[in-house]
C-alpha cells in the first residue's frame, strides 16, 4: 500500500502562485509515477500533470503548459506542483495520485490517491 497526503492549498488571487506538495509513504517503490487531477464544482475529475519516478519526464494538460511545473524529490518522497499564473478557472481540489502501470493519464489506472486539497483563485 501507498499513502499520500497533499498539502498547500489554499487562496490566490489571479496571476499569484501557491505550491501544493504530496508526502508519499509505505510501498513507494513500486510506484512508476505520480500526479496531480483536479476536480471543479460541476465537473469531472482531469488531468492535470505526471511525472515519471525514475526519468523526471513530465506531461501536462494543454490549459497548464507553460503555467504549471511538476517535480519530485526521491530522497523525500514528496511531489510537488508549481503553480503560476493561476487563473479563476483553475479553482478546484487538487488530488495527489501514484500508478504502478496503466495510462499515466488516466486517473482510474491510479491506484493510490490523496484526500484532495482546496484551490481557490479570485479574479
Not at 500500500?1 to 498547500?8: D, K, T
Not at 511545473?69 to 526521491?74: A, E, K, P
Given at each position: 500500500?501507498?499513502?499520500?497526503?497533499?498539502?498547500?492549498g489554499g487562496l490566490a488571487q489571479a496571476g499569484g502562485s501557491l505550491r501544493l506538495s504530496c508526502v508519499s509513504s509505505g510501498r513507494t517503490f513500486a510506484i512508476y509515477a505520480m500526479g496531480w487531477?483536479?476536480?471543479a464544482p460541476g465537473k469531472d475529475r482531469e488531468f492535470v500533470a505526471t511525472i515519471n519516478q525514475i526519468l523526471g519526464e513530465a506531461y501536462y494538460t494543454d490549459s497548464v503548459k507553460g503555467r504549471f511545473?511538476?517535480?519530485?524529490?526521491?530522497a523525500k518522497d514528496t511531489l510537488y506542483l508549481q503553480m503560476d499564473s493561476l487563473k479563476p478557472e483553475d479553482t478546484a481540489v487538487y488530488y495527489c495520485a501514484a500508478?504502478?502501470?496503466?495510462?499515466l493519464f488516466t486517473g482510474?489506472?491510479?491506484e493510490y490517491w490523496g484526500q484532495g486539497t482546496q484551490v481557490t483563485v479570485s479574479s
Open positions: 500500500q501507498v499513502q499520500l497526503a497533499e498539502s498547500g487531477f483536479r476536480r511545473t511538476i517535480s519530485r524529490d526521491i500508478i504502478r502501470s496503466g495510462h482510474s489506472d491510479y
